[in-house]
């Protein structure tokens, strides 16, 4: 045997691993298509409570256009009556924007879940991020183990939602890091491995971080000097 390779592992141990490994991938599969028929469940609950909100809004608005023509057009009520389905509008369309943010967040669980189950069967080249802005044609290795682009590591490996987040792994791929840094690293992965509801979450949550932010612009501004130099802006932003 060469010296530093690998010692041979013994059959059974290597039956065992291999037994161990296709079990734990089982189980995530399993898991990960019960989330996502769980959550198709509360998507069709929401569209069925979106429909039933929406024509009681209708009803509302309906209400409120003939209590309006009775009262001033025909003065046959009194004009305070309108204002009954219009408090009652209001509270059905806040309740109604919160069953739409339910149903939105219950999509993003199932589309991260899809891609958890994309990337578990092999099946994720074309479904995310190709981080194609940061390759550098002129680096020592990121041509050759194919970092970005289509089918790159860095497709494979990022969910993050912000242009910071895409940069920091970029620069974590493009850089080698201390093994101090990497055991951190691994710490962080074993910690959050069984935190699946965790994960969810900030995956959901994350979508409305999703946005453009350049991150050397907000610094520049975020360290550039003051410029609302009369005290009363000062007052009147913190009054508002």
Same mark, same amino acid.
């Given at each position: 045997m060469c010296q530093g390779s690998r010692p041979a592992v013994p059959d059974d141990a290597a039956v065992v691993e291999n037994l161990l490994m296709y079990s734990q991938a089982v189980l995530a599969v399993e898991e990960y298509r019960q989330r996502v028929k769980d959550r198709e469940c509360r998507?069709?609950?929401?569209?069925?409570?979106?429909?039933?909100?929406?024509?009681?809004?209708?009803?509302? +608005?309906?209400?409120?256009?003939?209590?309006?023509?009775? *009262?001033? &057009?025909?003065? *046959?009520? *009194?004009? &305070? &009556?309108?204002?009954?389905?219009?408090?009652?509008?209001?509270?059905?369309?806040?309740?109604? *924007?919160?069953?739409?943010?339910?149903?939105?967040?219950?999509?993003? +669980?199932?589309?991260?879940? $899809? $891609?958890?189950?994309?990337?578990?069967?092999?099946?994720? +080249?074309?479904?995310?991020?190709?981080?194609?802005?940061?390759?550098?044609?002129?680096?020592?290795?990121? +041509?050759?183990?194919?970092?970005?682009?289509?089918?790159?590591?860095?497709?494979?490996l990022s969910t993050a939602r912000t242009r910071m987040g895409e940069e920091t792994l970029a620069g974590w791929l493009l850089s080698p890091a201390a093994v101090d840094q990497i055991g951190e690293r691994h710490a962080a992965i074993a910690e959050l491995r069984d935190q699946l509801d965790l994960r969810e979450d900030l995956a959901i949550l994350g979508e409305d971080a999703s946005v453009g932010v350049f991150p050397e612009a907000l610094l520049r501004w975020a360290e550039a000097p003051k410029q609302m130099k009369p005290e009363w802006i000062r007052w009147l932003a913190a009054i508002l």
């Open positions: 998507v069709a609950r929401h569209d069925q409570i979106h429909v039933r909100l929406g024509y009681v809004r209708l009803s509302l +608005a309906l209400v409120a256009a003939v209590i309006g023509w009775e *009262s001033f &057009w025909r003065h *046959s009520l *009194s004009p &305070w &009556w309108i204002f009954g389905p219009l408090i009652l509008f209001v509270f059905v369309a806040v309740f109604h *924007s919160r069953i739409l943010r339910a149903r939105d967040l219950a999509k993003r +669980a199932m589309a991260f879940y $899809h $891609h958890g189950l994309a990337r578990i069967e092999d099946r994720w +080249a074309g479904t995310g991020q190709t981080g194609e802005r940061f390759n550098d044609p002129h680096h020592v290795y990121a +041509a050759d183990l194919d970092l970005f682009g289509r089918c790159g590591l860095f497709e494979l």
